[in-house]
Structure formats: C-alpha cells, structure tokens
C-alpha cells in the first residue's frame, strides 16, 4: 500500500503545471484558481489581456486559458501575441 500510494503521489507531483488564468469576472477567476491550486498547480491570474502580458514578461505558464472578451487586449489578441513572442 505504502509503495502504491508513493508511485500515485510521484505521478501526480508529475503533472502539476503551472497554469494562468485570464478572466475578466472576479468569483469565477477565484473559483477557478481555487480549483487548480487544490490539485496542486500553481496559479497565475490576471484580470484582462493587457495584465496577463505584464505577468508573461516574469513567467512562462505551461497553460494558459483565457475569456475571450477581455477589455483592452481580448482574448485573442492576447493569443497572437503569446504566439508571435516566444521565449
């Protein structure tokens, strides 16, 4: 039981990524950061495009999911601009 449980917690410690969350509405961006950081990712979330840009330039997350209608840099603006800027 012991040695099961250490290989299910190396795989999990495994998968754990770090993820950003680019949402506009404040409950559902503390819900979804909540979530994530209960399995064990760590969690980068910003309020809009234009702030997920500023939190890119110190961190490069693994995943990024993002609402679509952002105000100042929407969603897929700030795609494009992931996209044509890689690290």
Same mark, same amino acid.
């Given at each position: 039981?012991?040695k099961?449980?250490?290989?299910?917690?190396?795989?999990?410690?495994?998968?754990?990524?770090?993820?950003?969350?680019?949402?506009?509405?404040?409950?559902?961006?503390?819900?979804?950061?909540?979530?994530?950081?209960?399995q064990?990712?760590t969690?980068?979330?910003?309020?809009?495009?234009?702030?997920?840009?500023?939190?890119?330039?110190?961190?490069?997350? *693994?995943?990024?999911?993002?609402?679509?209608?952002?105000p *100042?840099?929407?969603?897929?603006?700030?795609?494009?601009?992931?996209?044509?800027n890689?690290v």
């Amino acid at each position: 039981f012991i040695k099961r449980n250490k290989v299910i917690t190396m795989m999990v410690a495994a998968l754990e990524m770090k993820i950003m969350i680019v949402e506009v509405e404040e409950n559902s961006r503390a819900m979804l950061v909540n979530l994530l950081k209960g399995q064990g990712h760590t969690v980068l979330s910003a309020l809009n495009g234009k702030n997920a840009l500023e939190l890119l330039k110190d961190s490069l997350p *693994e995943l990024v999911t993002t609402h679509i209608l952002t105000p *100042e840099v929407d969603g897929f603006d700030l795609c494009q601009k992931m996209k044509s800027n890689p690290v």
